[in-house]
Each structure stands twice: as C-alpha cells, then as structure tokens.
C-alpha cells in the first residue's frame, strides 16, 4: 500500500520538478552563453550588428 502510493504520488512529483529544475538550469546556462558569446550574437540582436 505504501508503495502504491510512493510510486504513483511521489515518483511523478520528483520527476516533474527534476525535469523543471533542469530546463531551467539550461535556460539560463543558455542565456548566459548567448551573452557572453560575441562571435554568435543572440537572435534578437542578429539584425542590428551585422557587419560581415
């Protein structure tokens, strides 16, 4: 009966933050590269500086 309810009430609840807590940590690594890296500039400032 516990683990009835562990895995089907616990497990999914771990597993939905694991996922959210990830695609943020990726986000924002993302958005840290995007502005830290001059050679690829982000998409919304592609148009502004194109000077190749």
């Known amino acids: ?5 562990f895995f ?5 609840k ?3 933050l694991i996922n959210v807590r990830l695609i943020s940590l990726f986000l924002f690594l993302h ?3 995007l502005l830290y890296n001059f050679d690829e500039a982000p ?5 502004r500086n194109v000077i190749y």
């Open 1 to 5: 009966m516990f683990n009835k309810f």
């Open 8 to 12: 089907n009430y616990h497990l999914p």
């Open 14 to 16: 771990i597993f939905i």
């Open 31 to 33: 958005n840290f590269f």
């Open 43 to 47: 998409a919304f400032e592609r148009g």
